[in-house]
Nanobody, 115 residues
């Protein structure tokens, strides 16, 4: 049972990046899914999530309008499309799946925004 995040890397300010998180050993359909991030010297914070029941999405104010979370149940994968990135978006990004307290975390993928 694991979540495998990928897609991180170096991107220039104003650029775009898409993170992926593939689940194995369990089915994401039944889970709320989310992306978190942890910047150097800061606490981990929630970035975006999709509710399990109604599929509604929620975003942190700092990335509202720039990032989009989505899920592909057929591929058992969630995504985070990151547009118009800025240096403050530099962080390790973690995916998360939760079902009534049963929580799985991916290992994280590093995103560095720099020119």
């Amino acid at each position: 049972v694991q979540l495998q995040a990928s897609g991180g890397g170096l991107v220039q300010p104003g650029g775009s990046l898409r993170l992926s998180c593939a689940a194995s050993g369990f089915t994401l359909d039944y889970y709320a899914v989310a992306w978190f991030r942890q910047a150097p010297g800061k606490e981990r914070e929630g970035v975006a999530c999709i509710n399990r029941g109604n599929g509604r999405t929620h975003y942190a104010e700092s990335i509202q309008g720039r990032f989009t979370i989505s899920r592909d149940n057929a591929k058992n994968t969630i995504y985070l499309q990151m547009n118009s990135v800025n240096p403050e978006d530099t962080a390790v990004y973690y995916c998360n799946a939760d079902q009534a307290g049963l929580t799985y975390w991916g290992r994280g993928t590093l995103v560095t925004v720099s020119s």
